[in-house]
């Protein structure tokens, strides 16, 4: 915590969901919406393939937050994210960002979540504290 | 046709989740959170925990039940298939760990039209066994073309 500053970068995170990760995100999450998981029944509503999950691409975002804060979960107080567009599988998911505020053991940051250039989360705010 | 907005102030819940080292370790898989105390009761008690410790985002998982209510309640009126999920909010206290029982209540908060969509804005709010607050949520849900 103590290395992160207003106007520093926090460390990329970079991660290609394989083509099986929709499925065991629907297993664990609970979520049984077919759109992320079912080609076909994807098609049929009119998307191009299956979707990944918003929450697994928030839960990326979450990551690179914990980690950036040395990978204690405690230290991620807060996470606020709008999702934007659809995110795929089998291509890569970039979360970036940076410090805004910083002081008192306390980080606030701004991030996105990108695939392909798109932002598929953006406007991302998160709070870290020194546990 | 404007949105129905007779369920802001309802309430779902409260449901309670027993939190299972097995469906932490399956949920931090699904999401690549990759250290040890999601994994391993010694790795987490060694980092002061008090069993396998759930990564924030696990929250998911154990507000669905209350949640999964909320959407589906009919009085709500969400049509299901023209739903997406707009936005998600967290706040967490007290960290979730294996043998806890977590408690989550569902509100209605807001429901209102702009821009030929409907909004549909829920707060969790989770407690533990003990009685202190875990996380408070707050989820959009947006239904296009209502």
Redesign the interface.
Known sequence: MAELNEGDSIPELHVTPDPGLTKRYAAASGDPNPIHTDEEFAKSVGLPSTILHGLWTMAQVARAHTEAAGGDPRALKRLEVQFRGMGFPEQEVVVTGEVVEAGDGTVVTETVAEQSGNQIIRNASATLEAP | MPVEDKAVGKQWGPETFEVEAD?IR??A?????G?R??QDAEAAKA?GFRDV?????FA??YS?PAMGQAILDPEVGINF?AM?????????SE?VCAGDTVTTTATCKEIYERDGKGFYVFETISTNQDGDEVVRA?WTNIVRGV
């Open positions: 469906r399956q949920y898989d699904a999401v690549g959170e250290s105390v999601h980092e410790v759930a990564p924030p985002m998911v998982v669905a298939g997406v999920h707009g936005g998600q909010a967290f706040e967490w960290p707050t």
